[in-house]
């Protein structure tokens, strides 16, 4: 099987969402629809994540496995001449199996947009069409609060029965006005159900004076599933784009991948670090993690071309998963250049010695 990955462009006003409907319509169906109808034969995708029912992507991610006789480009080409004209395939590539479009994510951004003019017929379908005006310096400073780590119990609809860890992490908020559109950028590495939808109506609820910019942080402090009574309009939102992670090794048990830094804990700049890695050079330093890339297990070092890696794991039981992935790491050393006789070691180590090159939450 080869597998492909994609980048999709969609206004979602006319769809259900992006996930399958049983009884709807959904970004997904249209897209496996044509696949089969190209393949003569079913062919599931699987996306970075859902986008809601009126909710429209950019660069929305996704990858699927055939054994057809078709490149890139001719894929490509297919899809888009089948597609509704509110569809439209960006880029497909081929690529290893070591991808995985929803595991492998490293950060997410989101935009939500307002129409802080007149009633506009052409971004109606992308814009928030908001009737009042807006302070946009309150709402900048109330964004503030939001920006980090934080406990969004109150900024989700996720009930805590299914989802009981509601932290999540925040790197960025970012407005931008643009004649009468005001941009929100939110970036992270993932979100709740309605997380950034919640966000926004509280920041437009700040924008337009009915509540102080400290009233967000209340909010968030409450932890409560009933203080954040609005949900920002779907229309609104677009997924931006989707960055994925350098992936080493990946099984049904765990995944080796790029590590998230701490930048005020580096022993040299993010910027060094990130262009050694993009060219080949050692030593470089991975996490191991579980699939779902929420719980870091252990740190995978490739330590030169003649010494090869070691994999340093923090609990005794997660031994087997390290040596699952072990054939999946030589094969990655000898591609980065790795001496024929260098070897992978794996052992246990320290957990704490290690903390200060990750910023995973436990």
Known sequence: MRRFRCTVSYVGNAYDGWQSQRNGRSVQEQIEEVLHAIAHTKINITASGRTDAGVSARAQV?????????????????????????????????????????????????????????????TKDTAYQCPVKLDTGKMEQASKYLIGTHDFTSFNSNPLSETPDQVRTVT???????????????????????????????????????????????????????????????????LEWVDYFEVCALNEQAMIREFLAMDDKMPQPLAKLEA??????????????????????????????????????????????????????NEWLRKNGADEDAALEIRMADRNENSWFFTENG
Do not use: C
Request: glycine share 8%; charged share 25%; hydrophobic share 40%.
């Open 276 to 329: 050694d890695v993009k060219e080949g050079l050692w030593p470089r330093t991975y996490a191991m993690t579980t699939r779902s890339s929420q719980q870091l297990l252990g740190v995978f070092r490739a330590l030169s071309k003649a010494q090869g890696g070691v994999l340093e794991v923090f609990d005794e039981n997660d031994l087997p998963k390290a040596e699952s992935l072990r054939e999946q790491l």
């Open 62 to 122: 996704f990858h699927f496995d055939s054994d057809m006789d078709l490149s890139a480009r001719k894929w490509m080409g297919a899809l888009n001449g089948r597609l509704p004209k509110d569809i439209h395939i960006m880029d497909i590539e081929e690529t290893d199996q070591l991808f995985h479009a929803r595991y492998n994510v490293r950060m997410k951004q989101y935009a939500y947009r307002v129409n802080l003019g007149p009633y506009d017929v052409f």
């Open 172 to 238: 960025d908020i970012v407005f931008e006005k643009n004649g009468n559109i005001l941009t929100m950028y939110f970036t992270g590495k993932g979100f709740l159900r309605y997380m950034v939808r919640m966000m926004s109506a509280a920041l437009i609820e700040v924008g337009k004076g009915k509540m102080e910019p400290e009233g967000v942080q209340r909010m968030l402090d409450a932890r409560s599933k009933t203080i954040a009574r609005k949900n920002a309009p779907a229309n609104g939102l677009t």
